[in-house]
Each structure stands twice: as structure tokens, then as C-alpha cells.
């Protein structure tokens, strides 16, 4: 799997804020953030690189089309094992249909299991099983929540 010419991946930076807003738009609402709170989440992340692994997709003028992050989480079962978090992939409406969603998940998947997790777990909506099965994903569990916004 590769992304289209001239793509490339690299992390997350302060200054993606708009884009990242943008691309991340299409997937749920972002509500507004500040430059200042960007930064500290940026800064949050990079300070804690073994938990948090923003990526980014762009394109050949560095425009960021795709989002998605590992979340690595530490836990005492399995022998204090690890296990992976896939959150926020989002591709830009006109760049859908590229291979670009596949490609990242195949990255952060191989990702987590570079970092010895056991397994990698996502949540997603019906529409985009298929999507997550032609990237290797089965059916597990049942996805609850309570909300507090
Ligand atoms: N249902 C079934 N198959 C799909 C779907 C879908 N919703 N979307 C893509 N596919 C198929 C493609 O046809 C392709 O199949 P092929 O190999 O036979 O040609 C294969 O999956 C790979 O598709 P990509 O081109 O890599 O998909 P794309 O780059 O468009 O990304 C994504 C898919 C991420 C779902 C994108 O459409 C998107 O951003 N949607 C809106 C936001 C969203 O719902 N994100 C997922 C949130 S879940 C989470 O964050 C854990």
C-alpha cells in the first residue's frame, strides 16, 4: 500500500490547526479551538510520545488531507500488556477513494504492533465496516457510552 505521488505522512504540527480543523470536519463536529490551545495539545502530545501518535497526510504543497492517531495505552492485564487506540481518521471529501484512509490505518496498525501491543481496537460507525475489513479489521464487541457535552 502507497499513498499517491508526491503524498507523504509526518506528524502533527502547531501550525496544522486549520487544516487539521478541516479534514477533521468531516467527520465530527471540531467546535472552535484557539491557536494557543492547539499548541498545548500539540506540546501535550509530542511530551508524551509513547501514548500519542498523531499523524497527518499531505499532499504535495504540504496541504494536510487525512488524519488519524495511535493511542497506546498501558494496561496491568496480559502481563501488563499494551493495547492500541485508533482515533480520528478522517479524509478530505475530494481526496476519498485514493487508498489514503487504507494507508494510514495500515501505518498506525503497524505502529501499534512495533510497539508490542496485542491487539488494536477502534470504534466506527455501520457505514464504514466495510471500509475497516478490507483493512484487515473483524467485527468485536459492542461499542456504549454515556455523554457529558
Ligand atoms: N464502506 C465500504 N468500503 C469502503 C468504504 C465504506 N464506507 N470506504 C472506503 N471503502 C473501500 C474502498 O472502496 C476501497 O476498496 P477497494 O480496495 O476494493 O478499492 C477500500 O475501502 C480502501 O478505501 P480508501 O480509498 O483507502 O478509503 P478513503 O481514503 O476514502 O477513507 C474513510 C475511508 C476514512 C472512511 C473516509 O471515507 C472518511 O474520512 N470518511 C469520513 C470520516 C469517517 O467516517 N472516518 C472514520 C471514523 S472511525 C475512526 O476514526 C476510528
Known sequence: MSLPKDYSLRPVQQSDLAQYVEVLSVLTTVGSVSESDFAKLVAHWEE??????????TN?????????MLVVERKLIHGCGKVGHIEDIAVAETEQGKKV????????????KARGCYKVILDCAERNVGFYEKCGYTRAGVQMSQRYD
Open 48 to 57: 508524551n510520545p509513547e501514548i500519542y501518535y498523531p499523524m497527518v497526510v
Open 60 to 68: 504535495e504543497k504540504d496541504v494536510v488531507v487525512a488524519t488519524g
Open 101 to 112: 484512509g487504507q494507508y494510514l490505518i495500515d501505518h498506525l496498525s503497524l505502529e501499534a
